[in-house]
């Protein structure tokens, strides 16, 4: 279209001359459509002529449908004034071809389809008909403008009614739409064979009652049938279940239909009721689901709905749509051994240790095996071992050989654990493990207390060659971890925990568990935690072999004479000392002959002083001296030293 016009009739009064009878007529078409839908009417001219121009003007009872648009058509696209309005129950189209000499003048001879009018059917509640019919003289384009009568121009003539003009009424019809119950496909679900699929209703009224037949096809069984949410205040229901299928009988009200009748209200996808499957095998299907009449039930049922009193199936436009049940194959997820709760969680009748897959076992221990003792205020290595014995599994699997491990280890506040972990002599520096990692948290106050983490992969840089730890006769160590013990008198005689503990997480943000992995896949291992043992950390006299603690008097002639006899005398006569850092007199770290002549040197002959931690007396001061530490490192101890008795001072 040009242009739009509001005051268009002057110029088709101009267009007008004498009144002449011509074949001309005006036609509205018929329309259906469901309620709430948008339904399109026709406006239709039929002509012997040329069109110059047109008025149509036309209503309906718009309690059953309300006017939405009315749309030129593509035969009116080059016309110069099209006019249209569009109430909720009439509608007003005014035309005219042509105004200024230019371009098309007229809509050529024949049938041509000029608009359509769009109408909204409304909610019923019952199915309707309604006519559009044309008016002269009762409506026009404008609000104050004149009203117009049915016209059209030809051969600049107006051809109205009076002149023959034929004028074809229409009608809009509105239906409920269709009532339908369908199966909306199913399936079982995560790690089961079971499943479910729903029955669901779109019903356009009340429903007081329903039957729902399912037939199903080979593979799955049905267990159960259940009512849907929608029917959930049902006075009554019933389920019929066989090899082949199942039938829910169900009844809205049984009580008191007249005072309060509860009812399935109309709507759409309304879930009625359930239907519970279990596969059959576990592998891939599709399983047809039908709603069959006349095959399941005793009688036979056929799925229905009620309404009004009276039962809705098939034969009465009730629409029914199939659906599938889909069977997807479940992981069955054998659990793991837990190797430290007590509980047989693989349910193989073996518990924690006594199982098999509890072979491998993490534990700490001192260099060399055995209990962990430290003199408080001193420091001790801590070995963290793993034994991992041979399956004796026939077959290619080899879960005996590890792929690496997690520790994740907890320790006492009064420990401080070195940022180290020692791998030299162990297996993992033999394999020449690629990744090894120690994360060390001895912060007491982030919450969690302190925490050690040890990490391990034997094979992880290119060219991977599947290296792993092999089989274990025997606990072998992974790293040694040193702890400096604080320096508190009052720990002797206690001890400490370093405990295996999951769900740590180190200096990181991510929970660490105790594990092995072997052949991609982790396993559980037994836990042995340890202990610490605090002790007197080997106070002891320079010199004073046979341990007398005399203090000032520590060293003396007794003293030279235990070393010799330790040294040189046989049988009974040896002296077996329990300080052998006390009889190291010069702090070589060896007791030999030249340890009883220092000691003879000091006492009798102005000889050099048993250095620290001294021999109770100094020359230089000419005062006491207490009992104290050895600073030297070596491999001589002084189990009596340790004593919780002995401390510094004496």
């Given at each position: 279209?040009?242009?739009?016009?509001?005051?268009?009739?002057?110029?088709?009064?101009?267009?007008?001359?004498?009144?002449?009878?011509?074949?001309?007529?005006?036609?509205?078409?018929?329309?259906?459509?469901?309620?709430?839908?948008?339904?399109?009417?026709?406006?239709?001219?039929?002509?012997?002529?040329?069109?110059?121009?047109?008025?149509?003007?036309?209503?309906w009872d718009d309690s059953d449908g309300s006017g939405v648009?009315?749309?030129?058509?593509?035969?009116?696209?080059?016309?110069?004034?099209?006019?249209?309005?569009?109430?909720?129950?009439?509608?007003?189209?005014?035309?005219?071809?042509?105004?200024?000499?230019?371009?098309?003048?007229?809509?050529?001879?024949?049938?041509?389809?000029?608009?359509?009018?769009?109408?909204?059917?409304?909610?019923?509640?019952?199915?309707?008909?309604?006519?559009?019919?044309?008016?002269?003289?009762?409506?026009?384009?404008?609000?104050?403008?004149?009203?117009?009568?049915?016209?059209?121009?030809?051969?600049?003539?107006?051809?109205?009614?009076?002149?023959?003009?034929?004028?074809?009424?229409?009608?809009?019809?509105?239906?409920?739409?269709?009532?339908?119950?369908?199966?909306?496909?199913?399936?079982?679900?995560?790690?089961?064979?079971?499943?479910?699929?729903?029955?669901?209703?779109?019903?356009?009224?009340?429903?007081?009652?329903?039957?729902?037949?399912?037939?199903?096809?080979?593979?799955?069984?049905?267990?159960?049938?259940?009512?849907?949410?929608?029917?959930?205040?049902?006075?009554?229901?019933?389920?019929?279940?066989?090899?082949?299928?199942?039938?829910?009988?169900?009844?809205?009200?049984?009580?008191?239909?007249?005072?309060?009748?509860?009812?399935?209200?109309?709507?759409?996808?309304?879930?009625?009721?359930?239907?519970?499957?279990?596969?059959?095998?576990?592998?891939?299907?599709?399983?047809?689901?039908?709603?069959?009449?006349?095959?399941?039930?005793?009688?036979?049922?056929?799925?229905?709905?009620?309404?009004?009193?009276?039962?809705?199936?098939?034969?009465?436009?009730?629409?029914?749509?199939?659906?599938?049940?889909?069977?997807?194959?479940?992981?069955?997820?054998?659990?793991?051994?837990?190797?430290?709760?007590?509980?047989?969680?693989?349910?193989?009748?073996?518990?924690?240790?006594?199982?098999?897959?509890?072979?491998?076992?993490?534990?700490?221990?001192?260099?060399?095996?055995?209990?962990?003792?430290?003199?408080y205020g001193g420091s001790v290595e801590v070995c963290f071992?793993?034994?991992?014995?041979?399956?004796?599994?026939?077959?290619?699997?080899?879960?005996?050989?590890?792929?690496?491990?997690?520790?994740?280890?907890?320790?006492?506040?009064?420990?401080?654990?070195?940022?180290?972990?020692?791998?030299?002599?162990?297996?993992?520096?033999?394999?020449?493990?690629?990744?090894?990692?120690?994360?060390?948290?001895?912060?007491?106050?982030?919450?969690?207390?302190?925490?050690?983490?040890?990490?391990?992969?034997?094979?992880?840089?290119?060219?991977?060659?599947?290296?792993?730890?092999?089989?274990?006769?025997?606990?072998?160590?992974?790293?040694?971890?040193?702890?400096?013990?604080?320096?508190?008198?009052?720990?002797?005689?206690?001890?400490?925990?370093?405990?295996?503990?999951?769900?740590?997480?180190?200096?990181?943000?991510?929970?660490?568990?105790?594990?092995?992995?072997?052949?991609?896949?982790?396993?559980?291992?037994?836990?042995?935690?340890?202990?610490?043992?605090?002790?007197?950390?080997?106070?002891?006299?320079?010199?004073?072999?046979?341990?007398?603690?005399?203090?000032?008097?520590?060293?003396?002639?007794?003293?030279?004479?235990?070393?010799?006899?330790?040294?040189?005398?046989?049988?009974?006569?040896?002296f077996q000392p329990g300080c052998l850092d006390a009889c190291?007199?010069?702090?070589?770290?060896?007791?030999?002959?030249?340890?009883?002549?220092?000691?003879?040197?000091?006492?009798?002959?102005?000889?050099?002083?048993?250095?620290?931690?001294?021999?109770?007396?100094?020359?230089?001061?000419?005062?006491?001296?207490?009992?104290?530490?050895?600073?030297?490192?070596?491999?001589?101890?002084?189990?009596?030293?340790?004593?919780?008795?002995?401390?510094?001072?004496?």
């Amino acid at each position: 279209m040009k242009r739009k016009l509001l005051g268009f009739l002057p110029v088709i009064c101009a267009l007008v001359c004498t009144s002449t009878v011509y074949g001309q007529s005006m036609s509205l078409g018929d329309a259906t459509g469901e309620f709430g839908t948008v339904v399109d009417v026709s406006l239709s001219l039929g002509s012997d002529n040329d069109v110059q121009g047109l008025v149509a003007a036309f209503d309906w009872d718009d309690s059953d449908g309300s006017g939405v648009d009315l749309v030129p058509s593509a035969a009116l696209a080059d016309a110069d004034v099209v006019q249209t309005r569009i109430e909720s129950g009439y509608g007003v189209l005014g035309v005219v071809v042509d105004t200024d000499g230019a371009g098309p003048v007229a809509i050529p001879a024949g049938d041509s389809v000029v608009a359509t009018l769009k109408i909204q059917c409304g909610d019923g509640p019952a199915a309707s008909t309604t006519a559009v019919n044309f008016q002269d003289g009762s409506y026009a384009t404008v609000d104050g403008g004149p009203a117009l009568d049915n016209i059209l121009v030809v051969d600049g003539q107006s051809v109205g009614a009076d002149d023959g003009l034929g004028l074809n009424s229409g009608s809009f019809s509105c239906t409920p739409p269709p009532q339908r119950m369908s199966i909306s496909n199913g399936g079982n679900m995560g790690d089961s064979l079971e499943g479910s699929a729903r029955v669901l209703l779109s019903a356009h009224s009340a429903v007081e009652g329903f039957v729902t037949a399912v037939c199903h096809g080979n593979g799955i069984t049905l267990d159960s049938i259940s009512v849907g949410s929608a029917a959930a205040a049902a006075d009554f229901s019933t389920e019929e279940v066989s090899e082949a299928g199942g039938a829910l009988g169900v009844v809205m009200d049984l009580e008191d239909p007249v005072a309060n009748p509860p009812v399935i209200g109309p709507g759409d996808g309304l879930h009625i009721a359930t239907y519970n499957y279990t596969c059959n095998n576990n592998s891939n299907m599709t399983v047809p689901l039908t709603l069959c009449d006349g095959v399941l039930g005793d009688p036979a049922k056929d799925n229905l709905i009620v309404q009004g009193g009276l039962s809705i199936g098939a034969a009465d436009g009730l629409i029914l749509e199939n659906g599938t049940f889909t069977c997807s194959p479940v992981v069955i997820v054998i659990p793991q051994e837990n190797c430290n709760n007590g509980v047989d969680d693989d349910e193989d009748g073996l518990v924690d240790a006594d199982d098999p897959n509890c072979a491998t076992t993490f534990l700490c221990q001192a260099r060399g095996g055995g209990e962990i003792t430290a003199g408080y205020g001193g420091s001790v290595e801590v070995c963290f071992a793993i034994f991992n014995p041979e399956d004796n599994a026939v077959g290619l699997g080899q879960p005996d050989h590890l792929q690496g491990f997690s520790m994740a280890v907890t320790f006492d506040s009064i420990l401080t654990a070195s940022e180290n972990l020692d791998t030299s002599g162990t297996i993992l520096e033999a394999l020449g493990a690629e990744f090894v990692n120690m994360q060390v948290d001895n912060d007491d106050n982030d919450g969690d207390g302190r925490e050690l983490i040890i990490g391990v992969l034997v094979d992880a840089l290119p060219p991977f060659d599947g290296a792993s730890i092999p089989p274990l006769s025997t606990p072998q160590p992974m790293g040694y971890v040193t702890f400096d013990v604080e320096d508190d008198s009052a720990l002797c005689g206690t001890s400490v925990d370093i405990s295996f503990t999951d769900g740590i997480n180190g200096v990181g943000r991510v929970p660490i568990k105790n594990l092995v992995s072997a052949e991609n896949q982790s396993r559980s291992p037994s836990l042995e935690s340890c202990s610490v043992g605090i002790f007197g950390d080997e106070f002891f006299f320079r010199g004073d072999c046979n341990f007398s603690l005399m203090g000032t008097m520590a060293v003396d002639i007794a003293d030279a004479a235990s070393v010799i006899a330790y040294l040189f005398l046989p049988g009974a006569w040896q002296f077996q000392p329990g300080c052998l850092d006390a009889c190291d007199a010069n702090d070589d770290g060896r007791v030999d002959l030249a340890d009883s002549v220092g000691i003879l040197m000091y006492l009798f002959q102005d000889g050099m002083q048993p250095p620290a931690p001294g021999p109770g007396w100094d020359k230089a001061s000419q005062a006491g001296t207490p009992a104290g530490r050895d600073p030297t490192e070596d491999s001589l101890d002084c189990a009596l030293g340790a004593s919780c008795d002995i401390v510094a001072g004496q």
